[in-house]
């Protein structure tokens, strides 16, 4: 079974709109970090978050992660071009090696013009 | 800051031959160094954390001998794929984490490496 679940898998939308993702780990999360890669290309760091209710934003994206820590959500507002690509969330568990990330499905993001 | 290299970006080889790939962390020390391997249309999966100065640390199933991985300083981890066939095929990304704590526990990651076994 996967430790960590994205959804959607994919999502088109418009230029303009914007748009969730969500990640969503079946145990405690001990800190819970969001990539974007383009296809063929390495993992670009997005943010990192920590604390229970922890909110952090930059440029128009914004990262939350819940109360329990075991579930994240990437919004997007007002959604370019430029924001197309693949959105990988990864975590550290509790419990689990300090070092290790496991990774989510990953979510595929197109927006169309 | 933190960037991280890897090098070449593709290759393309015999079956039966051997390909190194390097991993570098361009302005800071990485004193652990991550090599994962993804799938089309899959999310990464970690094969090996690599320590400076000490053998390499396997995920289950990740065959050692395969996959020789050697952490010789604190800014250059080696992966080689020893006797490629073509299921070996997949992109190789690694990831270095900075020493310390906080935002230093974050792992940056290389731009991948293309390999292609015929």
């Known amino acids: 079974s996967q430790e960590l679940e994205q959804s959607p898998q994919s999502l088109i939308v418009q230029e303009g709109k914007n748009l969730t993702i969500n990640c969503t780990s079946s145990k405690t999360l001990y800190g819970l970090y969001w990539y974007k890669q383009k296809y063929g290309e390495g993992l670009i760091f997005l943010m990192m978050l920590q604390k229970g209710g922890e909110e952090k934003s930059h440029e128009k994206i914004t990262a939350k992660l819940d109360e329990k820590k075991q579930q994240s959500s990437l919004h997007i507002t007002a959604s370019q071009p430029s924001h197309a690509g693949i959105y990988l969330c990864?975590?550290?568990?509790?419990?689990?090696?300090?070092?290790?990330?496991?990774f989510g499905t990953g979510t595929l993001l197109a927006v169309q013009p | 800051g933190a960037v991280v290299s890897q090098h070449p970006s593709r290759v393309i080889c015999k079956s039966g031959t051997s390909v190194k790939i390097e991993c570098r962390s361009l302005d800071f020390q990485a004193t652990t160094m991550f090599w994962y391997r993804q799938f089309p249309k899959q999310s990464l999966m970690l094969m090996a954390t690599?320590?400076?100065?000490?053998?390499?640390?396997?995920e289950q199933g990740v065959e050692k001998d395969k996959f020789l991985i050697n952490h010789a300083s604190l800014t250059l981890s080696t992966l080689t794929v020893t006797s490629a066939h073509p299921e070996d095929s997949s992109f190789y990304i690694c990831?270095?984490?900075?020493?310390?704590?906080?935002?230093?526990?974050?792992?940056?990651f290389g731009p991948g490496t293309r390999l292609t076994v015929l």
């Open positions: 990864g975590a550290k568990h509790y419990g689990g090696a300090t070092n290790k990330l496991i």
């Open positions: 690599s320590n400076e100065g000490s053998k390499a640390t396997y």
């Open positions: 990831s270095a984490r900075p020493p310390g704590r906080g935002l230093a526990d974050t792992q940056y």
